[in-house]
């Protein structure tokens, strides 16, 4: 095996990734989801996103959830934008680090926004100078990185192109999204090695879907490749699951017990996590789908010496 890291960065996202793609919930209940998150010791979240309500009604609160979140010292905290108006409202929120998406495949581009892959380039490269010229930094999400819905494989070079368009338009950092959870150690070794034969120098994270039960693998496979940073979802909140009765994001808290069970730091108090994830049951009123609420005490791992 490969060496592996020291340390992983997990950017917690169910507060806007996982909330989206769940039934809403008061505005109150974010508040304390965020919050609860915040005291974990995660040291990135993904908090809201500023879309349209009519788009996204589960985030039509989140200039007051924002305002009103606790905002805890040593925590990044990253908003979603999908345009100029929701760019313009997240520095106006006062995000500094601002994410914006586009998918690799044409298809499924042109099934959210309406527009191409191209197209949605050009605005991004137009973002990117809004967001720059208000010190703010700029990540772009390439969703169906591993794979489409409509088209089905997507060839790791498309992904890289991508890749070399942000990044020549100024881009901070590059995310990888698996929207369909198709990913697998396979797909993930070809894409990283592409994306890093031209672009070694871009700091990479991943966003994996544990459809298909492979999310726990894929990780495995990026941290063998050098990959230390990832997005999850706690309690495995939300996601985009096209397979009926599959689960959708990776489960932080199933994240954070197999790293540190490998003696790889993560910086955050599973204790703590499992809680939250118990927490995000109540508030949702449902059983979410992570492994680790329903193993019971082995949840409670302490960390092994590296």
């Avoid at 915040?38 to 200039?63: C, K, L, N, W, Y």
């Avoid at 590059?174 to 070809?190: H, I, K, L, Q, Y």
């Avoid at 994001?249 to 017990?257: D, K, P, Q, Y």
């Amino acid at each position: 095996m490969a060496e592996l890291p020291d340390n992983v960065s997990i950017r917690e996202v169910g507060p806007r990734d996982g909330l989206q793609n769940e039934e809403p919930i008061p505005t109150d209940a974010k508040v304390r989801l965020l919050d609860a998150l915040s005291r974990t010791g995660v040291q990135r979240i993904e908090a809201v996103s500023f879309v349209h309500p009519r788009a996204i009604p589960q985030m039509a609160d989140a200039d007051e959830v924002w305002r009103r979140a606790a905002k805890a010292d040593g925590v990044r905290y990253s908003a979603l934008v999908p345009n100029t108006r929701g760019a313009q409202r997240a520095l106006a929120a006062g995000f500094t680090e601002i994410e914006v998406v586009v998918s690799a495949s044409d298809t499924h581009n042109r099934r959210n926004v309406n527009r191409s892959t191209e197209e949605s380039l050009d605005d991004i490269a137009e973002l990117i100078d809004l967001l720059h010229g208000a010190g703010a930094r700029a990540e772009v999400i390439v969703a169906t990185s591993f794979g489409c819905p409509y088209e089905g494989d997507v060839d790791p070079r498309r992904v890289a192109g991508i890749v070399d368009r942000v990044v020549r338009d100024g881009a901070d950092r590059v995310a990888f999204g698996d929207t369909t959870g198709m990913g697998t150690p396979r797909r993930v070794r070809e894409l990283v090695t592409a994306v890093r034969d031209r672009n070694a120098q871009v700091p990479v994270l991943l966003h994996f879907h544990n459809t298909r039960g492979t999310a726990l693998a894929n990780m495995l496979t990026a941290m063998e490749l050098g990959v230390t940073e990832f997005d999850a979802s706690v309690g495995g909140l939300g996601g985009c699951p096209y397979a009926p009765g599959a689960s959708g994001n990776l489960a932080t808290e199933e994240a954070v017990h197999m790293l540190h069970d490998m003696g790889i730091d993560t910086g955050i108090d599973l204790d703590a996590l499992v809680e939250v994830a118990e927490l995000a049951e109540e508030l949702l009123g449902k059983k979410l789908p992570s492994g680790v609420l329903r193993a019971g005490p082995r949840t409670r791992l302490t960390p092994m010496p590296a």
